[in-house]
């Protein structure tokens, strides 16, 4: 059986290709979308298990993506992590009143994304 599906939404192409592989090497199936303004429409016909979601993107920031994502029937189950360099604990708090299932920061390890991504799936 194929493993869950992970879309990674990330602009940095260092931080995507760390996440890709990670995932990849673990057996997760991948998506990417480099662009906050299409992961709604993205996500809604691929339905990822889960986003793998950066703050800081083009057009539409992770907070406004997430909310969007919880706010829609289509979309509302797919488990949310938001991953950022944004470490306040009240950049933490707006994710998850965004509606984000967890919130890691970056630079994180392997170890602690598999550990965020085994948790909610």
Not at 10 to 28: H, L, Q
Not at 110 to 120: C, R, T, V, Y
Request: with cysteine; charged share 35%.
């Amino acid at each position: 059986m194929a493993k869950n599906l992970i879309m990674i939404v990330e602009d940095s192409a260092t931080d995507m290709r760390f996440a890709r592989s990670v995932c990849e090497e673990n057996g997760f199936r991948v998506v990417t979308e480099t662009d906050g303004e299409k992961v709604f429409e993205h996500a809604k016909k691929e339905q990822p298990d889960l986003i793998l979601l950066d703050v800081i993107l083009p057009n539409k920031n992770g907070f406004q993506v997430c909310r969007q994502l919880k706010n829609d029937d289509e979309t509302k189950d797919i488990k949310v992590i938001i991953v950022s360099s944004k470490d306040q604990p009240s950049d933490k708090f707006w994710g998850m009143k965004q509606g984000a299932d967890e919130y890691i920061t970056k630079p994180y390890g392997e170890d602690a994304l598999l550990d965020a991504i085994e948790k909610l799936l």
